[in-house]
């Protein structure tokens, strides 16, 4: 599709623009400088972060520049929560954040060369440090109605609570400043970001037409996505675990994995057209494929493979795509490596013992029954298993040759209700 916003709002990416007709000129015009920010306040970007990734990702295959900004500034601040303050970070911390943030975002973007598309990366605190307290009050904050200031959702959901410091109520300043920055730096005529940031991109839009009067470079615009929320109500990008993020460090490619095929039926469809680089043809054909025959999963795997291939590498991804098969029986258990079994492990509900019990023991402590009576009749019935093959004795006792990796024991009653026992 030659028209970026329209491909947009098929995916149903678009939840806010401030004029859309002069955006698809500009577009068409192009190729436009485009820009979103990440704040480091954590050690790793997480899987909410990728829409935004991945839409700047969109825009540089369509013909558009990317600026990658990380704040190092505003990190140090943290924008608003609805809810509460946040704990300010040590600036030795931010600083490390910041540059895993940057590796991170260096993977998803082409910075080689010195094209109009190649990407910049950025960092707020290079133009922020230098600002005194004199010229952030007389040159920028002039510009800052505190009326509108105090309209904004944040500051008035927290008004009614315990209150927002001075601190968090700048933030908006400095953000806006960010953008007239790189307006004048690097023409930058757009900035994106979840709907929960328009009013910090309206009120940059507005520091730029009242100090620039949009020149040179223009109209500047703005454009928000829709932030994601899973169809049973619960956060997107959060597991019983806490937050899937990128970094194998904090979870593993297999948990990653993993992630993407437990996906909801409901949910797959829109996560396909999100983050997804597959033709619109060829996601209408999953939707289909999955509409008619859920059982198959075929969408949840599509997506699974490409986002772990995409954010892990194609070895990677081939290795969580092997352990998945094998813990339910599809693939060889014994052929897995030891930080395989342990990411795959580190998922499933598991108990740890100092010496190997019985099959009924091992059941009822990795809560895959609850009795064992229950785990008796499981191995009557046919469906328990100890590595993936199935127990017929009723009384039989788990020996070091179950054993992978002289650790791990892996369980499973049923088809797919998995645990682990650990030695040791």
């Given at each position: 599709m030659t028209d970026i916003v329209e491909d947009l709002k098929w995916r149903g990416l678009v939840a806010q623009s401030t004029d859309e007709d002069a955006l698809r000129k500009a577009?068409?015009?192009?190729?436009?400088?485009?820009?979103?920010?990440?704040?480091?306040?954590?050690?790793?970007?997480?899987?909410?972060?990728?829409?935004?990734?991945?839409?700047?990702?969109?825009?540089?295959?369509a013909g558009h520049r990317p600026i990658a900004l990380v704040g190092g500034a505003t990190g140090l601040i943290g924008d608003p929560k609805p809810s509460a303050e946040r704990q300010l970070n040590e600036a030795s911390t931010v600083l490390d954040?910041?540059?895993?943030?940057?590796?991170?975002?260096?993977?998803?973007?082409?910075?080689?060369?010195?094209?109009?598309?190649?990407?910049?990366?950025?960092?707020n605190y290079d133009w922020t440090q230098g600002l005194d307290a004199i010229s952030l009050l007389r040159d920028l904050g002039k510009h800052f109605s505190i009326n509108q200031m105090l309209a904004r959702d944040t500051v008035k959901s927290r008004l009614g609570g315990e209150g927002m410091s001075y601190t968090e109520f700048s933030y908006v300043i400095l953000q806006s400043n960010d953008y007239l920055e790189l307006y004048r730096r690097h023409g930058c005529t757009l900035q994106i970001g979840g709907s929960d940031q328009w009013g910090n991109i309206t009120a940059?839009?507005?520091?730029?037409?009242?100090?620039?009067?949009?020149?040179?470079?223009?109209?500047?615009?703005?454009?928000?996505t829709n932030l994601l929320v899973k169809s049973d109500g619960t956060k997107f990008g959060k597991t019983e675990g806490g937050a899937?993020?990128?970094?194998?460090?904090?979870?593993?490619?297999y948990a990653f994995y993993q992630f993407w095929l437990n996906s909801d039926d409901r949910d797959v469809s829109r996560y396909l057209r999100i983050f997804s680089f597959r033709s619109h043809e060829e996601i209408e054909e999953l939707e289909r494929e999955s509409a008619e025959r859920p059982a198959g999963r075929a969408a949840q795997r599509a997506l699974a493979e490409e986002l772990t291939t995409l954010v892990h590498g194609a070895d990677q991804c081939a290795a969580a795509v092997e352990a998945s098969r094998?813990?339910?029986?599809?693939?060889?258990?014994?052929?897995?490596?030891?930080?395989?079994v342990a990411s795959a492990v580190a998922e499933l509900p598991s108990a740890k013992v100092d010496a190997l019990p019985t099959v009924v023991d091992a059941l009822v402590a990795t809560e895959l029954v609850a009795s064992k009576s229950?785990?008796?009749?499981?191995?009557?019935?046919?469906?328990?298993?100890?590595?993936?093959?199935?127990?017929?004795?009723?009384?039989?006792?788990?020996?070091?040759?179950?054993?992978?990796?002289?650790?791990?024991?892996?369980?499973?009653?049923?088809k797919r209700n998995l645990g682990a026992l650990e030695l040791g």
């Open positions: 577009f068409a015009d192009g190729p436009v400088t485009v820009y979103a920010g990440f704040d480091p306040t954590a050690a790793s970007l997480h899987v909410g972060h990728l829409t935004i990734v991945l839409t700047l990702r969109r825009l540089q295959q954040w910041t540059g895993r943030i940057r590796t991170q975002l260096s993977a998803f973007l082409d910075f080689d060369g010195d094209g109009p598309t190649t990407a910049v990366m950025a960092n940059g839009l507005d520091l730029i037409r009242r100090v620039t009067g949009n020149q040179p470079h223009g109209q500047a615009h703005g454009l928000t899937v993020w990128l970094d194998p460090e904090l979870t593993t490619p094998a813990l339910f029986g599809q693939g060889d258990l014994a052929a897995l490596d030891a930080p395989t229950a785990a008796r009749r499981a191995i009557k019935e046919g469906g328990a298993y100890v590595n993936n093959t199935k127990v017929t004795d009723e009384d039989a006792v788990l020996t070091d040759a179950d054993l992978l990796h002289g650790r791990w024991v892996l369980l499973r009653r049923g």
